[in-house]
Structures are given as structure tokens and as C-alpha cells.
């Protein structure tokens, strides 16, 4: 990860109080507001930030993968959805489905996926700062502060920091 990444994330965890005070703040705010809000920030984030310089995300989380992106992701390597699962994932303490390991299995050495057309419907959204009724996910948009520098950028400006 890049090392000015590398900081937003560190900042992040050193801010998470006042990151929980700013989901709170945003919780009591009209839902359209909210919404504008971290879209703009989202767009002014990701002009500063390239995935491919970074893959936090790919190399320290796994998403929830649905039986649809596991049918997806099996036909994409032309294998069963069931020796798909067998080698690639395993069910968490909550019954869903994750990869058995981190980094990715998937997450080339280059940042690259090598199954980027056929990933995860989570994969695709992440970090889900861009998603409408952005307010109904604040307390996932704190806890991908401390993953994702792009969401700890639009946090940063939103309590006036960057």
C-alpha cells in the first residue's frame, strides 16, 4: 500500500472516537443530505485514490459471498460451484460464506483480480461509499475507515481534517 494510504488509514484508527461521534452526528442528518454529502466526498476520494496502488481491502478482508457469486465465480473458472467452495471458501460463525483466507486467493502479486469480471457482488460495490441511502450504512462506512483510505479521505473531510 502506498504510504500516503498507508496514513489515511492509520489516521483513521488513531480518529475512530471522533469518527463514531461524526456517524452519529450524520445518523440525525435528512437522509438526502447524508447521501449528497458522502457521494461528493466519494468522487473527490477517488480522484486521489487508486485501487490498484492499494488492495487493502482484498488483502486483509473477505467479503460475504452469495450463492449467486459463488455460481458466477464457478462458471468464470469453469469449475463446480461446489469444488469452488471447497477450495476458496468456508462458512463464518454467522453461516455466511468467506474466503478461507486472506489476502484474496484471487488478488494477484500486480493488485490485479484475476476474476475481476466474474468477483463478488461485494467486491464490485466496495466500499459502498457511492451506494444510494448512504445513511442506512454509516456504522459500515466507520468500520471501512480502518481498511479502505478512500472512506477514511471522506472521513477525514468530513470532520474537517483533510
Not at 39 to 59: G, M, P, R, T, V
Amino acid at each position: 500500500m502506498k504510504e500516503e494510504y498507508a496514513e489515511l488509514v492509520a489516521w483513521a484508527k488513531q480518529s475512530k472516537k471522533e469518527i463514531k461521534k461524526e456517524v452519529k452526528n450524520l445518523k440525525r442528518k435528512k437522509e438526502k443530505e447524508v447521501e449528497g454529502l458522502i457521494h461528493e466526498l466519494h468522487d473527490e476520494a477517488f480522484e486521489k485514490i487508486d485501487c490498484l496502488e492499494c488492495a487493502n481491502c482484498c488483502s486483509t478482508t473477505s467479503p460475504i459471498i452469495t450463492y449467486s457469486d459463488l455460481k458466477r465465480m464457478a462458471k468464470g473458472l469453469g469449475r463446480k460451484p461446489g469444488d469452488v467452495f471447497e477450495e476458496y471458501l468456508r462458512e463464518d460463525s454467522d453461516g455466511d460464506m468467506v474466503f478461507k483466507t486472506a489476502p484474496c486467493p484471487f488478488l494477484g502479486a500486480d493488485k490485479y483480480c484475476s476474476i475481476y469480471e466474474d468477483r463478488p457482488k461485494a467486491c464490485r460495490e466496495y466500499p459502498h461509499t457511492d451506494r444510494r441511502k448512504a445513511q442506512q450504512i454509516v456504522d459500515l462506512h466507520e468500520k471501512n475507515t480502518r481498511v479502505c483510505p478512500a472512506v477514511a479521505s471522506v472521513f477525514k473531510s468530513l470532520l474537517g481534517e483533510d
